[in-house]
């Protein structure tokens, strides 16, 4: 997925875990200009804007937990997706806690570290 625009797609569910999917999302975007976001939550309401915008580049969903929402939504509209994350896997495994499910402290903000260096591990493949 190297030199060309690529697409993330957060989690807006309400849990620690999809706050951690936005930031690390929203981090990216602002740092790169060959990273863009897609809401998904306009995805699932069918606005007329995403629904051009969700077939124009490859996409990452970056999903808050194993339930998997922003595959599922994306699949339903006829979206290929290129690569898909669990964001509470990763964080479990190494024992990080993302804290509130409204704001980042400390631990939240550790925990975007490792999830963007998650998502650079997914853009590498």
Not at 49 to 61: D, T, V
Not at 94 to 103: C, L, Q, T, W
Request: net charge negative.
């Amino acid at each position: 997925m190297k030199d060309e625009k690529i697409a993330l797609c957060p989690c807006n569910g309400m849990s620690p875990y999809g706050l951690i999917a936005r930031a690390a999302s929203s981090d990216m975007v602002e740092e790169s200009s060959d990273k863009i976001s897609i809401c998904i939550t306009a995805t699932s309401a069918d606005k007329e804007s995403f629904r051009n915008l969700i077939k124009k580049y490859p996409i990452i969903a970056v999903n808050g937990c194993e339930h998997g929402c922003v595959d599922q939504i994306l699949k339903s509209k006829g979206v290929q997706i290129a690569q898909s994350m669990n964001v509470m896997g990763p964080l479990q495994e190494n024992k990080m806690e993302p804290g509130s499910v409204a704001r980042l402290g400390d631990s939240g903000e550790k925990c975007v570290v490792e999830i963007k260096k998650k998502i650079e591990n997914l853009l590498e493949e």
